[in-house]
């Protein structure tokens, strides 16, 4: 469960190009391979999950008690599990429960980490001290036992996984955004803007936040990563979704009982958390190549 | 210089109070009764106030809090309710198991880290390039338990070549320590490798460019030393500043991964604490933890200042 | 570096091909437990697992035979005075603790005084009718009762009846589980926690004909497929609680044995019916719904799905081979139109929502999960709640469910099934059960104790809590121990511990 930080890309340069930067991030980011592929399968993560209705013949919750833990098959593609669902149909479905707990848990630390770097970093003084120390003693904390305890406390379902995860994960993002602020707060046309008298949160909005939109866009999708193997380790706790709707971690949690009888149950789910992070990561990688001005 | 230093310590300070703020509310939000835990099947209510009188959890919370972070400070980290045995001595224990763990699998991934690192950086853009990538990125793309479940899966139980779970300590039998501890090394070790691995790769990317190399290159000699002797020298730096760093990464992410493969270690402490409601355990294993990162943070800090001097400024 | 490490990681994976050759170290058992125990003091201790390891630590007054019946250990026998007041107990001469001590009448009372009086003891309820205890000469004791209490012999059976070392206990006090001193069969060597308890032949235990092994090594692995897996390989000799669905594999491994006996607990789920808000709704009013969701479950199939068919199924607080099984209520057969014509009898709406707490263990999680299936079949909406044990307690506790897919480990007293669960207000009647006739009959069972006027009580009690079903007895256990053929002379009791006595290892 390592947070990856990213490293903060440099303030985008004043626009000289004829390019706007927009493009050329984009240019670039077609170029690496890596992560068109990984865009490519996310988006294709993506269609499986919201047609999972259409694709499967299968009701994710159906239970066959007379197939129960059957070997792959022509009926059953990856076989059935410990009540005899369809595996194949409870990974598709499965798949709405990781990417969504992704995408909403990190535009959770976005949306309280953002504001809280603005004001740190713009404030400066005692506010941005308490809460720098403040993340730095909720970063200092291990990330998994913070999850469990936020989800253990908000009770088991999926949206208050989310939410844990998005807490905790909110200390990265606040470290980024004060950071990104404090290098950008010193340049000159916002001192400029300062001085022509415009109020504290329209220099915040318009002058800094584009600023630091690149390493936010990069932060997010490595995040979303991360993301998807907690939910998966509380699910695996049984602190995530709740039975009978399908998550790849609650499914590897029921395989474990059957590893040696009925292998698999553990294997299937968790290569489809491997691929999905994997797409996650190299997006992510992609995207700090392009978006790094330093980079050629 | 000194003063930097005195400046970092002295931040320190409100971190380590949040911390310990942070971690009592924390298992303070944890629902259920502990005392009802710890009053086993019977559950005599006679039994479950007595408990609740005994560990003071009848007191207002932040009456608690003093009573705690009052022992802390006197070095008393209090007492396993379910264990009946002190804080320090379970931390004592469990301190030298993590911390070869934590050990091996640092070695682990710096090996596959430095070197994908140095290879990707070396055959830029070239498919050797995309595939180190691809191999390094999948460690922290795999969720730690998940591949200790397959590991097990496979060199225990199908294979049999390596014990499923257990510790040996290595002072009594070295060989069956390392036996026991591979596996959970390797899971941990691999998550963090590709984090060394970009880094290495970026470092190596910034030293091959630099003025020196090309003049070592200029000056005819082979590629091979050009990389070793000069790029990487320069290249390491960062990648043990960063070690440091994931080394206290490492302490932590033991959680899942000690419960996996049942190694005696803080992981598993903490997560059984957690479950069983046994405070004073969670409390102090998390403050140890957490102190143990920032100091290795500022250490990793001054490392770099050292190292960069115009950083010192 | 490089070199170094790839040397030590190739040398590891070679030596664990002999790891199971250095593992045969003669004459030390290996056992794996399911979970770590907690403290190691009788009068403190609360867990099952701690209760096998006290097996070989600590002896007891009485031990129990493969029926359940009290038979003498530490005692030599008893006898019961003034209808049920008084019992005087003889003691075994010549039995010393692992200090070395003397055990006799004095340390017997200091025993049972020290559960009855210590603070934070665990066993105060289980002694709870005892008045006094007193030393009638070094080799007798007299316990004066408050009022007859047929239970009590079964609770000396256990930890309440286990003996300490005076000498040793005053001077640990309240860390004496840190190391034990009994009259076991073995002594106490070290232990860490969540990773192992050692312990050793006593060269003066008072059967010491019967102890064949040198040293027992106690190992908690959570994970079942990780402990079997150590089983096969050697690393431990004997493991507790193999997975249900296992034990096909491991009844085809020659190298290994099986041992199964149904256990003496129940499992099943408590249906909320006075506590709070949640119990008014229609499951928790009216007996018909309740009787509805019983008839829409397929007790065999549960059994089929979840457990392979290992476990027994069952509709009482005893499995149905045991002597207090009230054979006038049999188990229930699956009935799902009668269930439907129950609802409509009932007038409620269907699909009837319920709230369903199920603790956070795969095998729970299963059994929930097939249980809804069969529910919604019948016009049950059973939503079903994952909590953790630690959470479901306390919910339960404060009536915050509807149902609740709880187990009980069992007692050999039918009392140790019903009194605490049954009666109104008593500290585990979690569905806030209350019935004068079943109170009545439960304070009358306790001072009888002919087995056949005990069972005629009972069955009283049988015909109110099976028609008012406060709870769904669904099925039984099976005490499960699995061995290497190395091990051999193993005997299983019903209470599921292990006793080494008249084991040895083959080498």
Redesign the interface.
């Known amino acids: 469960?390592?947070a990856?930080v990213a490293s903060p890309a440099a303030p985008a340069e004043a626009v000289l190009a004829v390019e706007s930067p927009t493009r050329r991030a984009l240019r670039r980011l077609a170029q690496r391979?890596?992560a068109m592929v990984a865009l490519v399968v996310i988006l294709v993560l993506v269609a499986l999950a919201l047609l999972a209705p259409m694709i499967s013949p299968y009701d994710p919750?159906r239970?066959s008690?007379s197939a129960?833990r059957k070997a792959p098959s022509a009926l059953n593609w990856f076989g059935t599990d410990?009540?005899?669902r369809d595996i194949l149909t409870r990974i598709l479905y499965g798949a709405r429960a990781s990417l969504s707990a992704g995408v909403i848990s990190v535009a959770i630390a976005i949306a309280i980490g953002v504001p809280v770097g603005l004001v740190a970093g713009y404030a400066g003084g005692l506010i941005d001290?308490?809460i720098s120390?403040?993340t730095?003693?909720?970063?200092?904390?291990?990330?998994?036992?913070?999850a469990?305890?936020?989800a253990?406390?908000l009770?088991?379902s999926l949206t208050n996984a989310m939410i844990a995860i998005g807490v905790t994960a909110t200390p990265l993002f606040v470290r980024l955004t004060r950071g990104q602020v404090l290098s950008v707060k010193a340049e000159d046309y916002v001192e400029a803007a300062r001085a022509i008298g415009n109020p504290h949160w329209r220099i915040a909005f318009r002058h800094i936040l584009p600023n630091v939109l690149p390493a936010l866009l990069v932060q997010a999708t490595l995040t979303i990563?991360t993301a998807i193997?907690a939910e998966?380790?509380l699910s695996?706790?049984?602190?995530g979704q709740?039975?009978?709707a399908p998550s790849w971690?609650s499914m590897?949690?029921?395989?474990?009982?059957?590893?040696?009888?009925a292998?698999w149950m553990?294997?299937l789910p968790?290569l489809a958390?491997?691929v999905t992070?994997?797409s996650f990561?190299?997006l992510g990688?992609g995207l700090r190549d392009a978006l790094d001005p330093r980079s050629k | 210089m000194l003063t930097l230093i005195g400046k970092r310590l002295i931040q320190l300070l409100p971190t380590l109070f949040f911390v310990s703020v942070l971690i009592f509310s924390l298992q303070q939000l944890l629902p259920g009764d502990p005392a009802l835990i710890m009053a086993g099947e019977e559950k005599d209510p006679e039994v479950i106030e007595q408990i609740r009188r005994q560990y003071r959890l009848d007191q207002p919370l932040p009456v608690q809090y003093l009573y705690w972070i009052g022992g802390v400070l006197t070095g008393n980290l209090g007492e396993s309710m379910r264990l009946k045995v002190s804080v320090l001595d379970l931390i004592a224990q469990k301190l030298p198991v993590t911390l070869q763990l934590a050990v091996m699998a640092m070695i682990i991934a710096l090996v596959i880290g430095v070197t994908a690192g140095v290879v990707s950086a070396v055959k830029k853009d070239t498919w050797i390039d995309y595939a180190v990538n691809v191999f390094s990125l999948w460690g922290i793309s795999t969720p730690n338990f998940w591949l200790g479940i397959m590991m097990i899966l496979l060199f225990a139980v199908t294979l049999g070549w390596l014990p499923a779970s257990g510790y040996v300590p290595l002072w009594e039998d070295w060989r069956q320590s390392l036996a026991t501890t591979i596996m959970p090394a390797f899971v941990l070790g691999n998550s963090i490798a590709g984090v060394i691995m970009r880094h290495t790769r970026s470092a190596m990317l910034q030293a091959l460019s630099s003025d020196y190399v090309r003049t070592a290159r200029a000056k005819g000699l082979f590629e091979r030393r050009v990389v070793l002797k000069h790029a990487m020298r320069n290249a390491l730096t960062p990648i043990i500043t960063l070690g440091a760093l994931e080394f206290g990464t490492l302490l932590s992410g033991a959680v899942l991964t000690e419960q996996i493969f049942t190694i005696p270690g803080f992981g598993k402490l903490i997560v059984d604490a957690v479950f069983n409601r046994d405070y004073a355990v969670v409390q102090g294993v998390v403050l140890v933890t957490a102190t143990t990162y920032i100091l290795l943070n500022l250490l990793a800090d001054l490392g770099y200042i050292l190292a960069n001097p115009r950083l010192r400024a | 570096m490089n070199k170094a490490l790839l040397a030590s990681l190739m040398a590891a994976a070679a030596l664990t091909i002999s790891a199971a050759a250095v593992q045969a170290q003669q004459n030390t058992m290996r056992i794996g437990l399911n979970e770590d125990p907690d403290v190691l003091d009788p009068t403190l201790a609360r867990t099952y697992v701690g209760r096998i390891v006290f097996a070989s630590l600590c002896d007891k007054l009485f031990d129990i035979d493969e029926k359940a019946n009290a038979v003498p250990q530490l005692a030599l026998s008893h006898e019961t005075l003034d209808d049920g007041k008084t019992m005087i107990i003889k003691l075994r001469p010549n039995v010393k603790f692992h200090d070395g001590e003397t055990m006799d009448a004095e340390a017997v009372r200091y025993s049972l005084d020290r559960h009855m009086t210590m603070q934070g003891s665990f066993r105060k309820p289980e002694l709870a009718a005892v008045d006094k205890v007193e030393v009638v000469d070094p080799l007798t004791v007299k316990l004066t009762l408050k009022t007859p209490f047929s239970p009590l012999l079964s609770q000396l059976t256990d930890r309440a009846g286990m003996i300490v070392s005076p000498k040793a206990a005053k001077e640990a006090g309240d860390r004496f589980g840190a190391k034990p001193v009994c009259a076991g069969p073995f002594k106490f060597v070290d232990r860490v926690q969540q990773d192992r308890i050692t312990l050793e032949r006593f060269a003066d235990y008072w059967d010491k004909d019967k102890i064949k092994i040198d040293r027992v090594v106690f190992q908690p692995i959570t994970d079942g497929t990780v402990k079997l897996a150590n089983l096969k390989s050697g690393q431990l000799d004997l493991i507790e609680r193999p997975l249900a669905t296992d034990l096909a594999e491991i009844r085809s491994n020659p190298n290994l044995k099986l041992v199964a006996l149904t256990d003496l607990g129940f499992n099943g789920m408590w249906i909320n019916v006075s506590k709070g808000e949640p119990a008014k709704g229609p499951l928790g009013q009216d007996a018909r719904v309740r009787q509805a969701l019983e008839l829409a479950i397929d007790r065999e199939a549960l059994n089929q799905v979840v457990f392979n068919g290992e476990y027994v199924v069952g509709n009482q607080w005893i499995s149905p081979d045991k002597l207090y099984y009230q054979e006038k209520f049999p188990v229930p057969k699956r009935d799902v139109s009668k269930a439907k014509q129950l609802l409509q009898q009932a007038g409620v709406k269907t699909p009837v929502a319920v709230d369903f707490m199920v603790p956070n263990t795969t095998e729970a999680k299963a059994s929930a999960e097939v249980i809804q299936a069969m529910a919604a079949e019948a016009g049950f909406d059973m939503k079903i709640r994952l909590v953790e044990f630690a959470t479901g307690l306390k919910e339960a506790e404060e009536g915050r469910y509807q149902a609740f897919l709880l187990n009980w480990s069992g007692r050999t007293d039918p009392d140790g099934n019903l009194y605490i669960f049954m009666k109104t207000g008593a500290p585990q009647n979690y569905g806030g059960y209350s019935n004068a006739n079943v109170d009545k009959a439960l304070d009358e069972a306790r001072l009888k104790s002919d087995p056949k006027e005990r069972k005629a009580i009972y069955e009283r009690v049988a015909a109110e809590t099976l028609k008012d079903n406060p709870y769904l007895y669904l099925y039984h256990r099976k005490v499960l121990i699995a061995h290497s053929n190395k091990v051999e002379g193993y005997r299983q009791m019903p209470d599921g511990l292990i006793r080494l006595q008249g084991v040895s290892m083959k080498r």
């Open positions: 469960m390592t990856t391979k890596g919750a239970q008690w129960v410990e009540v005899g001290g308490l120390r403040f730095d003693a909720m970063l200092a904390c291990p990330f998994l036992i913070l469990i305890a936020l253990a406390f009770g088991p990563a193997i998966a380790s695996f706790l049984g602190l709740q039975p009978p971690g590897l949690n029921s395989a474990q009982r059957f590893l040696s009888t292998p553990a294997v968790g958390i491997f992070v994997l990561n190299l990688d």
